[in-house]
């Protein structure tokens, strides 16, 4: 069974970092291609970034272009976000999922982050 | 970008009916759409991909059509387990896109 469990959310202040993790199992890691989605309190879906299955392929949403950082770990089967700067508006909750063509054909149970003084 | 734009926001339908959500894409998308479900507290989930084709496990009550810019998802027999939002999303061009969703209950 394909499982992705997010860890590291939390409250943050406006300007400070944080780095969630993603842990896969069920499936060859290695072999897709995954990305960061997230949603907004009582809002829509908005892609974050997303990292090629060898991870030498990296791409972000305009929002989050500079300030956030996808990587990967494929020996340990884990994807991770690292978010600095962050900002109010990047409340939301996170999830990681694997992605072919950037269909999410799998999706974590998500982690919340929010931003507040 | 490529704005998705779905509608209805919101749509109450009673156990058995047949149910339609549409999707509007600003430019030609050739199909490259997919549809999610998301249960309330849940993480969504693949319903539907390239405008027409069921994700693994999906009920066959759950189909889509469409080309162009238009598109739609129909719900069969509508079942208490489908109340849930709904998401149509792009992946034609970069970035990937979602539309604003359109939530499901039972009248």
């Known amino acids: 069974e394909v499982q992705l469990v997010e860890s590291g959310g939390g409250l943050v202040q406006p300007g400070r970092s944080l780095k969630l993790s993603c842990a896969a199992s069920g499936f060859t890691f290695s072999d897709y291609n995954m990305a960061w989605v997230r949603q907004a309190p009582t809002k829509g879906l908005e892609w974050v970034a997303s990292?090629?299955?060898?991870?030498?392929?990296?791409h972000y949403g305009d929002s989050v272009k500079g300030r956030f950082t996808i990587s990967r770990d494929n020996a340990k089967s884990t994807l991770y976000l690292q978010m600095d700067s962050l900002r109010s508006e990047d409340t939301a909750t996170y999830y990681c999922?694997?992605?072919?063509?950037?269909?999410?054909?799998?999706w974590g149970q998500g982690a919340s982050v929010t931003v507040s003084s | 970008d490529i704005q998705m734009t779905q509608s209805p926001a919101s749509l109450s339908a009673s156990l058995g009916e047949t149910v339609t959500i549409e999707c509007r894409a600003s430019e030609d998308i050739y199909s490259n759409l997919a549809w999610y479900q998301q249960k309330p507290g849940n993480s969504p989930q693949l319903l539907i991909y390239?405008?027409?084709s069921l994700a693994d496990g999906v009920p066959s009550r759950f189909s889509g059509s469409g080309s162009g810019t238009q598109y739609s998802l129909k719900i069969n027999s509508l079942q208490s387990e489908d109340v849930a939002s709904y998401f149509c999303?792009?992946?034609?061009?970069?970035?990937?896109?979602f539309g604003s969703g359109t939530k499901l209950e039972i009248k």
């Open positions: 999922a694997r992605h072919f063509a950037y269909v999410m054909d799998a």
């Open positions: 999303q792009q992946y034609n061009n970069y970035p990937p896109t």
């Open positions: 390239d405008a027409n």
């Open positions: 990292i090629s299955y060898g991870g030498s392929n990296t």
